[in-house]
């Protein structure tokens, strides 16, 4: 009896251990089963944000191409695959390529505005005006295109504004510069925005520091709501602006009022 129990026993113990490896063994499977659905849900979404980050081809109606913002951003929306139309007022100032449509015109002209603007996904205006401006043509350009984006059913309106003027550019440009020489400019500037805040469109405005040349290789840029003030004031390279205006093509775009700083001391 004795013997029979023990080898009983032995049995019972036998069964127990390859119970516990077979249930390790299902453990392992299932864990691995699991480690694999993780990867290739994790995959899947990599290559859904990848996606997403890519924006779709547009066309895209750019104002002020020819300006020291406008020729920068120009070749980045071509290298994005998108379709672009300018407006100049000269001949010859932006050249005709499979992907570009330049058209002569004034921005002050609404005519001209509205037939340039019909059939755009997307406005974009870098226009700026020397700091001797003493006139409208900012705002008046803003009007006419915001005017022939409603009545065309386009949307979606990107325009730097000049209302950083005078705000932590430097004490220079913000105590002496701006309240004088720069005066006008900065209140075109104001009346820009102003109408793009009260257009009901989908819109964002881009407010660069005092502006500066090609960026520094390796260097980014900040983009936020507001930026705390330093002692000799922000910049902004204007390259990086024209990368910021072509990002916010994407889907996940931002929206409202933006600063964009290079740097600052």
Same mark, same amino acid.
């Given at each position: 009896?004795?013997?029979a129990?023990?080898n009983?026993a032995?049995?019972?113990?036998?069964?127990?251990?390859?119970?516990?490896?077979?249930?390790?063994?299902?453990n392992?499977?299932?864990m691995n089963?699991a480690?694999?659905n993780q990867?290739?849900?994790?995959?899947?979404a990599?290559?859904?944000?990848?996606?997403?980050? *890519?924006?779709?081809?547009?066309k895209v109606?750019?104002l002020g *191409?020819?300006?020291g913002?406008? #020729?920068?951003t120009?070749?980045?929306?071509?290298a994005?695959?998108h379709r672009?139309?300018?407006l100049s007022?000269?001949q010859?100032a932006v050249?005709?390529g499979?992907?570009?449509?330049?058209?002569i015109?004034?921005?002050?002209?609404?005519?001209?505005?509205?037939?340039v603007v019909a059939g755009?996904?997307c406005v !974009?205006?870098?226009?700026?005006?020397?700091?001797s401006s003493?006139?409208?043509?900012?705002?008046?350009?803003?009007?006419?295109t915001?005017?022939?984006?409603?009545?065309a059913?386009v949307?979606r309106? !990107?325009a730097?504004s000049g209302n950083?003027?005078?705000?932590?550019g430097?004490?220079?440009?913000d #105590?002496l510069?701006?309240?004088t020489v720069?005066?006008?400019?900065k209140a075109d *500037?104001?009346?820009q925005?102003? #109408?793009i805040?009260a257009?009901?469109?989908?819109?964002?405005?881009v407010?660069?520091?005092r502006?500066?040349?090609s960026?520094?290789r390796?260097?980014?840029y900040?983009v936020?709501g507001?930026?705390?003030?330093?002692v000799f004031?922000?910049w902004?390279?204007?390259?990086?602006?024209a990368?910021?205006?072509? *990002?916010?093509?994407?889907?996940?775009?931002?929206?409202g009022?933006?600063?964009?700083?290079?740097?600052?001391?």
């Amino acid at each position: 009896m004795n013997q029979a129990a023990t080898n009983q026993a032995a049995t019972n113990q036998a069964a127990t251990n390859q119970a516990a490896t077979n249930q390790a063994a299902t453990n392992q499977a299932a864990m691995n089963q699991a480690a694999m659905n993780q990867a290739a849900t994790n995959q899947a979404a990599t290559n859904q944000a990848a996606t997403n980050q *890519a924006p779709r081809p547009m066309k895209v109606l750019l104002l002020g *191409a020819t300006g020291g913002i406008g #020729r920068l951003t120009l070749p980045r929306l071509l290298a994005d695959g998108h379709r672009v139309t300018t407006l100049s007022r000269r001949q010859g100032a932006v050249r005709s390529g499979p992907a570009v449509s330049p058209v002569i015109g004034d921005i002050t002209d609404p005519e001209v505005v509205a037939s340039v603007v019909a059939g755009q996904d997307c406005v !974009i205006s870098t226009v700026g005006v020397p700091t001797s401006s003493t006139g409208r043509t900012v705002s008046t350009g803003i009007r006419h295109t915001i005017a022939a984006m409603g009545a065309a059913g386009v949307s979606r309106l !990107i325009a730097v504004s000049g209302n950083g003027l005078g705000i932590n550019g430097g004490p220079f440009v913000d #105590r002496l510069l701006t309240p004088t020489v720069l005066r006008h400019v900065k209140a075109d *500037a104001e009346l820009q925005e102003s #109408r793009i805040v009260a257009s009901g469109l989908d819109w964002t405005i881009v407010r660069p520091f005092r502006l500066a040349g090609s960026a520094p290789r390796g260097r980014g840029y900040h983009v936020a709501g507001s930026f705390p003030r330093t002692v000799f004031g922000r910049w902004t390279h204007r390259d990086d602006v024209a990368k910021y205006l072509v *990002a916010q093509l994407s889907e996940h775009a931002h929206r409202g009022v933006l600063w964009i700083a290079s740097g600052g001391r």
